[in-house]
């Protein structure tokens, strides 16, 4: 199974950002979509967002126009920029890989096979 790694969290005040990275180990991700996803201890994992192949991406209603997920394939790496952080975003965020064509991305997780061991986002003054 593919491994991802993620970096980027900590402890933030409401209102702040952060940028998460997910890094590929051991393959190249050109060929895969990239899933964010996040999780509260007692809860569904839920979907954040994902960016496609070509670089389309998609977003859950409860992080437009706060979030954005880019990705640098030269880099071999991806990104989740989170603005305007609120205290319901405090979760272990989890990037996954699928692979994929160049159609439309999925932010459904159980469609993922390749998983991070995620980092944790805390939003608290």
């Known amino acids: 199974q593919l491994q991802l790694v993620e970096s980027g969290g900590g402890l933030v005040q409401p209102g702040g950002s952060l940028r998460l990275s997910c890094s590929p180990s051991?393959?190249?991700?050109?060929?895969?979509?990239i899933g964010w996803f996040r999780q509260v201890p007692g809860k569904e994992r839920e979907g954040v967002g994902c960016?496609?192949?070509?670089?389309?991406?998609r977003y859950a209603d409860s992080v437009k126009g706060r979030f954005t997920i880019s990705r640098e394939n030269a880099k071999n790496i991806a990104y989740l920029q989170m603005n305007s952080l609120k205290p319901e975003d405090t979760a272990r965020y989890y990037c996954?890989?699928?692979?994929?064509?160049?159609?439309?991305?999925?932010?459904?997780?159980?469609?993922?096979?390749?998983w991070g061991q995620g980092t944790l986002v805390t939003v608290s003054s």
């Open positions: 960016i496609s192949v070509s670089g389309g991406t």
């Open positions: 051991g393959f190249t991700a050109d060929y895969y979509a």
């Open positions: 996954g890989a699928v692979r994929a064509g160049n159609g439309p991305c999925t932010y459904a997780w159980k469609v993922y096979r390749s």
